[in-house]
């Protein structure tokens, strides 16, 4: 398998820190890719499902995974320390895949591509 550090890797990659932004029909899969003693934090729920169906807690999250979840206000918004993030991506800190570029009137595509999945990298939307 090859992953954004350029390497092939054997086998399948473990992580220990999973952000969960689709939700709930993607969690089964985000919980298989943490590392025993991992965290995956649901943060999202765009994959228009809300709830498990026949949810088992005790076969579907791994041994030794946390499962936590984040749904913050505004509040914890504004005291994120956003400006921080964007000077570690800006002096190349923190690696961001680029995957598609899309202007603004482009916004049906961009949304499609979001959809099949197709980007490889992060969407971003241009306004010039």
Do not use: R
Not at 16 to 36: I, M, N, P, Q
Not at 48 to 63: E, G, K, R, V, Y
């Amino acid at each position: 398998m090859i992953v954004d550090d350029g390497q092939t890797h054997a086998g399948p990659l473990k992580f220990d820190k999973v952000l969960e932004l689709v939700g709930t029909t993607t969690l089964e899969d985000s919980l298989k890719s943490a590392d025993s003693g991992g965290v995956v934090c649901m943060a999202g729920m765009v994959g228009n499902q809300w709830s498990l169906q026949n949810f088992a807690p005790m076969d579907l999250i791994p041994n030794k995974v946390s499962l936590t979840t984040y749904s913050g206000d505004s509040d914890d918004f504004l005291k994120m320390p956003f400006q921080k993030l964007v000077d570690e991506v800006e002096a190349g800190e923190i690696a961001i895949k680029i995957g598609k570029v899309f202007k603004l009137d482009e916004i049906v595509d961009a949304h499609a591509c979001m959809e099949a999945n197709a980007a490889e990298g992060k969407i971003v939307i241009v306004t010039e």
